[in-house]
C-alpha cells in the first residue's frame, strides 16, 4: 500500500525557516503531482502548494514568495521549503497525492511559528 511520511517540522521563531519532506513508498512522485496542504486547529484544511509531474509549480496566495515546493527523484520524496514563516503558518501539514485512481495523504507534520 502507497504510504506518505512527512517530517522536518518543528518550533521556530517568526522570520524563521524549515523544510518539510514528504517521502513515498510503493509510487513514484515523479509521474503524478503532489500537494501540501495545512489544517491549523479549528480550521478546515488548505491547500497551499502543488508539483506537477512536469515540474509546474503553484501556491495559495498566503504562502507565494515564502514557500517553494521541490522533488528530489532519486530520494522519491518532496519538499517544501518554507521561509520567513509567521504565526498564521502554525498547522498541522499534509502532502498528498494520487496513485492508479486512489488519493493518498500522510499523517503530518506539526509546524508551530512562535511570535
Known amino acids: 500500500q502507497v504510504q506518505l511520511v512527512e517530517s522536518g517540522g518543528g518550533l521556530v521563531q517568526t522570520g524563521g525557516s524549515l523544510r518539510l519532506s514528504c517521502v513515498a513508498s510503493r509510487m513514484v512522485f515523479s509521474t503524478n503531482t503532489v500537494h501540501w496542504y495545512r489544517q491549523a486547529p479549528e480550521k478546515q484544511r488548505e491547500w497551499v502548494a502543488l508539483l506537477s509531474s512536469g515540474g509546474n509549480t503553484n501556491y495559495a496566495a498566503s504562502v507565494k514568495g515564502r514557500f517553494t515546493i521541490s522533488r528530489d527523484n532519486a530520494k522519491n520524496t518532496v519538499y517544501l521549503q518554507m521561509n520567513n514563516l509567521e504565526p498564521e503558518d502554525t498547522a498541522v501539514y499534509y502532502c498528498?497525492?494520487?496513485?492508479?485512481?486512489?488519493?493518498?495523504w500522510g499523517r503530518g507534520t506539526q509546524v508551530t511559528v512562535s511570535s
Open positions: 498528498n497525492t494520487y496513485w492508479q485512481g486512489l488519493g493518498y
